[in-house]
């Protein structure tokens, strides 16, 4: 019975490099939940921008309608990169089956409906 290292180091390979790529799928999701966070906040402060310029505007009768706008438009641009990154997060939340089609959890191995190795 002789050992064969090639095919013992080409399998351990094999291994570390599938090990690598999940722990960069986790890294990339974790930075995207990380954005996801961030960009709330920034909206959150963009909002009480806006609702000091409205309330000032109230109380010293100033026209600041072009600060508004700017504002509203910084609010729009975050929303959206919101919608990109949340779109982003629910595409990684599905894995769909070569052979049958069906949507599994991205963490499934094998199809749920046919088997399939996924």
Do not use: P, W
Not at 74 to 79: M, N, P, R, T
């Amino acid at each position: 019975m002789s050992i064969n290292f090639d095919e013992i180091k080409a399998g351990a390979k094999d291994i570390f490099d599938k090990a690598a790529a999940k722990a960069n799928e986790a890294i990339d999701y974790s930075k995207t939940q990380l954005d996801r966070g961030q960009l709330r906040a920034k909206i959150k402060e963009e909002y009480c921008k806006l609702g000091k310029i409205c309330y000032d505007m109230h109380e010293c009768g100033d026209d600041r309608t072009g600060e508004m706008k700017q504002v509203i438009g910084i609010i729009k641009g975050l929303k959206t990169k919101l919608e990109e990154a949340d779109s982003a997060v629910n595409a990684k939340k599905t894995k769909e089956c070569k052979f049958c089609g069906t949507a599994n959890d991205a963490v499934s191995v094998y199809c749920s409906k046919c088997g399939e190795k996924l």
